[in-house]
């Protein structure tokens, strides 16, 4: 079984802050890479950030020097502080393993954090 449940989105000013959080069990607890990802309205949902249990982290090139990505292996919950946001950062912000857990052919989603950004 897998569970994932992100939290900690809201509305927020340009330039502020959130910091998000992510939940998960069953099989991810035996993945390597949990990720970050975000899908806006109209648009593909694409990965913001990774990192590896053993902390290795890569970030999109549009938030790198915004964004960190951490995780705490022993609470299995992963963490996206956002910093500096912009509105083009506003999106339904989801975690999964890099790559995305699939279940019987079809991937596997939580039901996301909502982050809204005004300019």
């Known amino acids: 079984q897998v569970h994932l449940v992100e939290s900690g989105g809201g509305l927020v000013q340009a330039g502020g802050s959130l910091r998000l959080s992510c939940a998960f069990s069953?099989?991810?607890?035996?993945?390597?890479?949990m990720a970050w990802y975000r899908q806006a309205p109209g648009k593909q949902r694409d990965v913001v950030a990774s990192?590896?249990?053993?902390?290795?982290?890569n970030y999109a090139d549009h938030v790198k020097d915004r964004f960190t990505i951490s995780r705490d292996n022993a609470k299995n919950t992963m963490y996206l502080q956002m910093n500096s946001l912009r509105p083009e950062d506003a999106a339904v912000y989801y975690c999964?393993?890099?790559?995305?857990?699939?279940?019987?052919?079809?991937?596997?989603w939580g039901q996301g954090t909502q982050v809204s950004v005004s300019s």
């Open positions: 999964n393993s890099l790559p995305r857990m699939m279940i019987n052919g079809a991937a596997y």
């Open positions: 069953g099989t991810f607890l035996i993945t390597d890479a």
């Open positions: 990192v590896t249990r053993s902390g290795s982290t």
